[in-house]
């Protein structure tokens, strides 16, 4: 169900949207008085609300808030989901080329993932970590996907770390209800990620994605040494982009209702 994000919470029972926010809801949306319009808030609450009224000279749409759907992470896509369905997920997306990595933060957001964190890794974009990936590109590419997906996860990108800093990342989440893997293109060490979650409870799970020119050996190692269980999918050769979203979908399956 698609939804608008609002960057403000309702004010007496009205939620009043300007300036670009207000473009997209009379341009893109084509919103009438007395449309029906699913919101969700700051807090992550989900609200059915109604237009109120159009002001175009001022620019200006003001939201009457009818009911709530939802409260936060209680709800996804309209429905109401206990909490503990919603798996805390992290993407450690090794970074390729830009373009690239736009395409993988939207699809990733659309998907759920709580936290994209950049990787400047040793087959990384020249310069990833120069790229300003806290801007307001990303935060529109984000709030974009969020809208058109209805997502309920307020996905962040992080700034770009190094590889230490993401074993690092790791270490902190890491624990009881926690699982990582590394999508490999080898099969060398590699478990099923079947076999990984079988019988095991997942709160939290990571993946880490190599850029163009995959993960190496040196990088392999040292993430085994801390626990993120190499998988290797039997499918044919896969963009970085692609294999991104595969290894996410394929987590996300696994480890939905456990």
Same mark, same amino acid.
């Given at each position: ?5 609002? $960057? ?17 809801? &009379? ?31 001022? &620019? ?12 936060? $992470? ?36 659309? @998907? ?15 310069? $990833? ?30 700034? @770009? ?16 209800g ?13 478990v ?20 163009e ?30 294999a991104?979203?595969?290894?996410? $979908?394929?987590?996300?399956n ?5």
């Amino acid at each position: 169900m698609r939804q608008f994000v609002s $960057a403000e919470e309702p004010e007496n029972g009205m939620i009043r949207v300007r300036g670009k926010d207000f473009r997209y809801l &009379r341009s893109v949306l084509r919103l009438k008085a007395g449309d029906m319009l699913s919101v969700r808030t700051p807090s992550g609450a989900l609200l059915a609300t109604t237009v109120a009224g159009i002001d175009d000279d001022a &620019r200006k749409i003001t939201l009457s808030v009818c009911s709530t759907i939802g409260d936060g $992470a209680d709800c996804a896509n309209g429905e109401n989901i206990p909490a503990e369905r919603l798996k805390e997920i992290t993407l450690f997306m090794f970074v390729p080329k830009p373009s690239k990595f736009e395409q993988i933060v939207r699809q990733a957001c659309e @998907c759920g993932v709580a936290r994209i964190v950049p990787v400047a890794s040793e087959f990384s974009q020249k310069g $990833a970590e120069r790229m300003d990936f806290k801007g307001e590109r990303f935060a529109r590419i984000l709030k974009e996907a969020r809208q058109q997906s209805g997502s309920a996860v307020e996905t962040v990108v992080e700034k @770009c770390v190094s590889f230490d800093g993401a074993i690092s990342m790791w270490r902190e989440m890491r624990g009881d209800g926690s699982v990582a893997f590394v999508m490999y293109e080898r099969s060398e060490f590699t478990v099923p990620m079947a076999d990984a979650v079988a019988g095991k409870y997942v709160g939290k799970a990571a993946l880490f994605v190599g850029a163009e020119g995959g993960i190496s050996p040196r990088e392999i190692d040292a993430l085994r040494n801390e626990g993120v269980i190499p998988v290797h999918f039997r499918t044919n050769i896969l963009r970085c982009e692609t294999a991104a979203i595969y290894g996410i $979908a394929v987590m996300q399956n696994l480890i939905e209702g456990m």
